[in-house]
Each structure stands twice: as structure tokens, then as C-alpha cells.
């Protein structure tokens, strides 16, 4: 009956380094999003995961962000060789997507800091 | 595309009032749904209400309700007897058949004794 977790809770690196961010979905969620919040902004759109399909990609700013995905469980969001501009804070949701405009329920987030 | 947009920043209001938070949205999809989140905080994204587009009715959920104006485009959220809890940023959102959603800039809420 646990929420979305997500892990670390903060993460500061220097610039040109690769960051990994974990997200956990609640159990038997089959949709998993990620979600960037810069300072003061709304959410923005990265990557969507459901089942077994090929991830919508279209919200990912460029090609050093990655993410992956096991199965209907564990999400892995990459960033490589990391610049000043991703310094934000990452959000994960999932939702059961039975339907496809189910609920999404958000993680408590990432806050990533680029020095 | 679709957009969402939050014209007021900033709001504040007393303890045991009312308040309304202004939203207005723009999607070329039929079928559609429009959320309103808050944001403590904590960081955590709470789902406070949701409307369905094709519903007429505006949805409650105690003393949080909507005035959802379909040909308007326009979604606003009304915050009745006001609690110090209520104090958050407070995101409107849409999402159609793509699922993921699409925010708006938030309105940060203050409420004051």
C-alpha cells in the first residue's frame, strides 16, 4: 500500500558527471511518468512508460537523458555528462492506466543540484 | 498542442474564507481531463480534484469544488473555509489520450489567521 518513492532525495554533482534517479511505483501500476520541475516552474513532461510498449520519449531535452524501465516495477532516469540548466527537481508518478487518463500519483521527488 | 495557463502567481486569504484560483486551458481533443494538484512544501504532488471534460457536472470533493466552463476553457478551483493546511502551490493540469500531463505555472497560496 506504499506510495511512489523515489531515491536519493537530493543529489549534488559537479558538472560533466552521469546521475542516476530511481523511482518505485506504487505496486501494480502499469503507467510510470518522469517529470522535470526547474525553480518556480510547473512540471514538464519528460518520458512515459506503460506495460510492455515502446516509452513516449518526446519530453527528454536531449539525447543525455535516458530512462529505463524493468518490467512494471523499477525506473532507472539517466543523465549524462550533467550541465548547470538540469538542476531541478525530477518527479516520478504512476497510475493503474486502466484507463488511459487514470489518476497519476507523484513521488516526493529528486532535487538535483549541478555545480 | 495543448497548454494550460495560471494567470495569478500569488494569492493569500484569511483562515475560514473562500478563495478561487484561476485556470484556462487550450486542447483540440474532444475527450479530456483536467486535475488540480497541490504542492506543499514537502514537494509531494497531492491530487486534489479532478474533472472529467465530458461530465456537465462540476466535480466536489469536500471543501474543494470546480466551476468547469467547457466552451470557456476555463477550470477553476474554489477552496471554501480556508485551513492554514491549505497553504501550498497549486497546479492546474490537463491531460487528453497522449496521458501525460500538461501544467500550468502554479498559483503559490498563502493562507493567513
Known amino acids: 500500500g506504499a506510495g511512489v518513492s523515489q531515491s536519493p532525495s537530493n543529489k549534488v554533482t559537479e558538472k560533466g558527471k552521469d546521475v542516476e534517479l530511481r523511482c518505485d511505483p506504487i505496486?501494480?501500476?502499469?503507467?510510470l511518468y518522469w517529470y522535470r520541475q526547474r525553480l518556480g516552474q510547473g512540471l514538464e513532461f519528460l518520458i512515459y512508460f506503460q506495460g510492455n510498449s515502446a516509452p513516449d520519449k518526446s519530453g527528454l531535452p536531449s539525447d543525455r537523458f535516458s530512462a529505463e524501465r524493468t518490467g512494471e516495477s523499477v525506473s532507472t532516469l539517466t543523465i549524462q555528462r550533467t550541465q548547470q540548466e538540469d538542476s531541478a527537481v525530477y518527479l516520478c508518478a504512476s497510475s493503474s492506466d486502466y484507463l488511459r487518463t487514470d489518476t497519476q500519483y507523484f513521488g516526493p521527488g529528486t532535487r538535483l543540484t549541478v555545480l | 498542442a495543448q497548454t494550460v495557463t495560471q494567470s495569478q502567481p500569488e494569492m493569500s486569504v484569511q483562515e475560514a474564507e473562500t478563495v478561487t484560483l484561476s485556470c484556462t486551458y487550450d486542447?483540440?481533443?474532444?475527450?479530456?481531463?483536467l486535475f488540480w494538484y497541490k504542492q506543499p512544501p514537502s514537494r509531494q504532488m497531492i491530487l486534489v480534484i479532478r474533472?472529467?471534460?465530458?461530465?456537465?457536472q462540476n466535480a466536489t470533493e469536500n471543501r474543494f469544488s470546480v466551476n468547469f466552463q467547457k466552451a470557456a476553457k476555463s477550470f477553476s478551483l474554489k477552496i471554501s473555509d480556508s485551513q492554514l493546511g491549505d497553504t501550498a502551490m497549486y497546479f492546474c493540469?490537463?491531460?487528453?489520450?497522449?496521458?501525460?500531463?500538461?501544467f500550468g505555472t502554479g498559483t503559490r497560496l498563502q493562507v493567513t489567521l
Open positions: 505496486s501494480g501500476h502499469t503507467a
Open positions: 486542447t483540440s481533443e474532444n475527450n479530456y481531463y
Open positions: 474533472q472529467e471534460a465530458y461530465k456537465q
Open positions: 493540469a490537463l491531460t487528453g489520450t497522449a496521458s501525460k500531463l500538461t
